[in-house]
């Protein structure tokens, strides 16, 4: 028998075919809510009077071109009686529904990245944050401003009732208070990026964070209470009725309901991540989750499930695997572990987890208060310390690995399976696709998996690592490979290194490499960040005005977005060029910009060679950055910056025109240690040999072969090594001459140390396919 302040499980609704990202309590039908999910749809949920007590599906809306990821209810006005439905996605977009139709009734165009939040105030108004580190203020189809202050992603909002009050949080950790668009106050306090924002009353509200703490905040700036039980990433928020209670979830796999300042109950549920909340009008709490389903809680015993359906969910629950990766249980030493004499003990509070060793297993229990018995939680597998080789299940099939990947300044999360015996290429391509992510992300990935699974077999746990997309959320030119684009895969395509259709034979997926790899990734809106603030400080005769910054800024975004009918300007490539000559020490943010805009065609065509002069110069500044003695940042992204010049025919025209000196310099760096600039520099080599590939210049393909061999004396990184292979490949195949060229300098003895390497698997299979080339 339940007590009566306990929540059981009302139903279980499914409809959504991914994961369900948003919730929001509908002004009509009554008791209805609405529904957001990856599957890029919304939906309208109304009760049912069958005797399960469940819910039905009594609109669908559709509209957006990429996952939604958040909804929020506009209060009816005389327009429109019944309300309006917001939903903001990763297509950057706002759609307004009404209950009449699928379609929107309008779209809301301005973000420049992912919707990630809305909320709905007075008169219509409505505020919106996005992944593009603003928030904006929308009103009668209109923006009426633009809330710009945070550095990283706006992943909350929240209209205050008092008129003209707003609040967003932010992956830089703080919330901010705005009042007729200015920022009055900001609120400090989260380690880590504020997920969620809740509003308690005219002076107090509640936030969430990666952090796993719930904070609660006066308006003045006061945080009078920090609540702690979650162990993970917390979502969500929603606060009952009474303004003092409220509910939470997150990446822990529990709704946890917490009143008079306690967490009285901690629901778990069999999805790994559970989104969002809402508490409906008769007090029932309604959850979304990784698994697709919504699900309904109740206290109100007439409402709970039918006894079969309560032990139905609490057997799937039980059947489920817990992931100590994920460090919500802790370290996991089998050997110290009671047997199940240890749960004969009650627990102390509601949702304790307590872990036990049943034969050679592990499982988990937690302390029910309201049933006054520990309940079976799941199976723990793949303990750092359990030298077993079970593994994590995951969409009912077993991997070494699990990992939970947080995209663009802390999320959305998703999962990544993966076995020790994958390829990490081909599982961060999978990955990429099944998300439908860009693949430019595809070395962040990879090189995230191998980085995270190095010298580790079954079962054992991954260590603790930044996320590869997020990282510290700073710009930072120089970092690892987490910020670069570039891929160096044969599965994937645009942005990323790619087969080619004219490769040779089924077998070899290598090699010749014709085509440029390029590379793409970056963050324009850090990039813009860090110019503005090294601005502030630059010597007054290099200090740029806002004219210029902007002008700047728009040609950033102009090659940045393919979709954009804006093409950059005379004028702006050429503000572009002069300040590329800013001092070295501040320099790095521009060449980003300009390692960015020679892709473009028209920028291509101007730097590289409108004027034959014009392309010589550019060539002879890059140089001048590479010198051995300079800054990393400027020799990564001036080496990064020639191979993007071979996306254009006429960058591509100049570099084989420059390209003895442009190689020089470029051999001079292989002294450097520093991995991004060995991978820079192998790819620029790669890009010099696909181009000469079936060409007759022997000379040049002499230079390619020594400079890739002197490369191969001091590289260590493998996916340098890796593309100088393929560069090695791409010279040498099908070229007599250069084939007895290359045994002339001792490639083969100097190669086949690689022909063993598995890890990657590509560069053990690249180095045999060269050497059978050569022999």
């Known amino acids: 028998m339940a007590s009566p302040n306990s929540y059981k499980l009302s139903c279980s609704i499914p409809g959504h075919e991914m994961d369900v990202r948003g919730l929001a309590v509908a002004f009509f039908p009554d008791g209805a809510f609405t529904s957001v999910s990856r599957d890029r749809t919304g939906r309208v949920w109304v009760p049912n009077s069958s005797p399960d007590r469940g819910f039905t599906e009594m609109h669908c809306m559709t509209g957006h071109e990429n996952f939604v990821s958040c909804v929020c209810i506009i209060a009816p006005s005389d327009t429109y009686p019944r309300g309006l439905i917001a939903t903001g996605g990763n297509d950057h977009n706002i759609c307004v529904f009404t209950l009449d139709q699928p379609q929107p009734l309008f779209t809301l165009k301005g973000h420049k990245n992912t919707v990630c939040a809305l909320s709905s105030g007075k008169f219509g108004t409505l505020l919106s944050g996005s992944w593009d580190t603003t928030a904006k203020v929308w009103l009668n189809e209109k923006c009426m401003m633009t809330l710009q202050g945070h550095t990283a992603a706006v992943w909350a909002v929240v209209i205050l009732p008092e008129q003209g009050l707003m609040l967003s949080g932010s992956a830089d950790k703080t919330i901010k208070l705005w009042k007729a668009g200015r920022c009055e106050k900001t609120f400090t306090g989260h380690e880590d990026c504020v997920r969620g924002l809740a509003v308690v009353s005219d002076l107090e509200f509640l936030s969430c964070s990666n952090d796993a703490t719930i904070r609660r905040w006066l308006v003045t700036g006061e945080c009078v209470q920090v609540y702690y039980s979650h ?22 796999r529990t709704l946890r309901i917490w009143k008079q300042g306690d967490c009285q109950q901690t629901i778990r549920l069999p999805a790994q991540s559970v989104w969002c909340c809402c508490i409906l009008p008769n007090g029932d709490i309604a959850v979304g989750a990784s698994d697709g389903l919504i699900r309904v809680f109740t206290e109100v015993e007439d409402r709970m499930a039918n006894p079969q359906d309560l032990q139905a969910f609490e057997d799937e629950l039980s059947k489920t695997t817990i992931d100590p990766k994920t460090g919500d249980l802790g370290d996991i030493k089998m050997e110290d572990l009671p047997g199940r004499e240890h749960l004969e003990e009650p627990g102390n509070r509601d949702g304790q987890t307590r872990l036990i060793k049943e034969g050679q297993n592990v499982e ?37 690995f699990v990992f939970t990947i947080d995209i663009n300044e802390g999320g959305p999360s998703m999962k990544l399976p993966y076995n020790v015996t994958d390829d990490p290429w081909l599982t961060a391509h999978n990955f990429l696709q099944k998300n439908e992510l860009s693949p430019m992300f595809l070395d962040q990935v990879a090189n995230f998996i191998i980085e995270n699974t190095k010298g580790h077999t ?38 990323a290194y790619s087969s080619a259709a004219s490769r040779q034979t089924s077998t070899n997926i290598y090699f010749p490499k014709t085509d440029g790899v390029t590379f793409e990734q970056a963050n324009a809106t ?41 093409q950059p300007t005379t004028e702006q490539i050429s503000l572009l060029w002069k300040t590329s000559h800013w001092p070295e020490d501040i320099v790095f943010p521009v060449l980003d910009i300009l390692r960015l805009a020679v892709r473009h065609p028209q920028v291509n065509d101007s730097l590289c060679g409108g004027d034959a002069d014009d392309g010589v110069a550019l060539c002879n500044h890059l140089l001048s950055l590479m010198k051995p003695q300079g800054r990393p940042a400027n020799q990564m992204l001036a080496l990064r910056t020639l191979c993007n010049c071979f996306s254009g025919w006429r960058g591509r025209a100049l570099l084989l025109a420059q390209r003895e000196a442009v190689l020089s310099h470029a051999a001079d760096l292989c002294s450097v240690c520093n991995k991004n600039i060995h991978i820079a520099l192998a790819t620029l080599v790669l890009n010099y040999a696909g181009s000469l590939h079936g060409q007759p210049d022997l000379e040049a393909k002499a230079q390619c072969l020594s400079v890739a061999s002197a490369a191969l004396e001091s590289v260590q990184d493998k996916e340098a090594v890796f593309r100088l292979l393929v560069a090695l490949g791409t010279t040498v195949a099908s070229d007599q001459t250069a084939q007895d060229l290359a045994k002339s300098l001792g490639v083969m003895s100097q190669i086949a140390k690689y022909t063993s390497v598995t890890d990657p698997a590509k560069v053990g299979e690249c180095c045999q396919l060269v050497l059978k080339e050569l022999q």
């Open 458 to 495: 079954l079962g054992a746990a991954a260590p603790s690592a930044a996320d590869p997309f997020t990282g510290s959320g700073r710009y930072i030119p120089g970092a690892a490979d987490n910020r670069a684009g570039f891929g160096a895969d044969p599965f994937t395509g645009e942005g």
């Open 231 to 252: 162990t993970n990433y917390i979502y969500s928020l929603a606060v009952f009725p009474n303004g003092q209670d409220f509910v939470s979830t997150g990446e822990d």
């Open 364 to 400: 988990a229990y937690q302390w029910s208060v309201a049933d006054s018995r520990w309940m079976k939680i799941g199976d723990v597998v793949g303990g750092s310390n359990q030298q077993t080789s079970k593994k994590v299940n995951y969409e009912g099939k077993e991997y070494d």
């Open 526 to 566: 850090q990039i813009m960040a860090k110019l503005k603030e090294l601005n502030g400080g630059a010597p007054g005769e290099y200090r740029l005005s806002e004219e210029v910054l902007e002008s700047l800024e728009k040609l950033l975004v102009s090659v940045c977005n393919p979709c954009t009918t804006e």
